[in-house]
């Protein structure tokens, strides 16, 4: 599940790219909380570490604000979930960029546990590694793509 704070962050992501889009202009913080429906006061911390991530800037002055940088097709959905909660992986021992050996294995080769939930995880990466901000754009059904059926609620 993604926590409250990265959906925050794509919201933001996305208004900023709606505007990018549209006129282009800076959004004060103000502006981008209330229409990507985030309290001010958590989405300052989201901006920061959006922009020390370098996906989006901001400008000083009258007209200042952030705005989206990097181009939507180029932001990976993967970027920022780790981004904002870290390893995605749902062991350590199964992580890229965290890699931990499991304290309790004996042999990850023959791990039955880190077997069935690796299979699981490189399905997944694949999938969400190939989903950019662009996507959640333009896509109202991107379940479509992978041929999956829609999720009823409460799944």
Request: positive net charge.
């Amino acid at each position: 599940m993604i926590t409250q704070k990265t959906k925050y962050a794509l919201k933001s992501l996305m208004v900023l790219a709606d505007e990018k889009a549209g006129d282009g202009t800076a959004l004060r913080i103000e502006e981008i909380a209330e229409r990507s429906g985030a309290p001010k006061r958590f989405l300052e911390h989201i901006l920061l570490d959006l922009k020390r991530a370098g996906l989006i800037g901001s400008r000083r002055g009258r007209k200042g604000g952030y705005e989206l940088i990097k181009d939507p097709r180029r932001v990976s959905l993967a970027e920022i979930l780790r981004l904002i909660d870290g390893p995605m992986a749902p062991l350590p021992c199964l992580s890229r960029k965290a890699y931990q050996r499991c304290e309790d294995c004996k042999d990850e080769v023959t791990c039955r546990v880190r077997a069935v939930f690796g299979g699981f995880y490189s399905t997944y990466i694949l999938m969400i590694e190939s989903l950019t901000l662009a996507d959640l754009m333009e896509d109202s059904q991107p379940l479509e793509r992978f041929n999956l059926p829609e999720i009823a609620a409460g799944e």
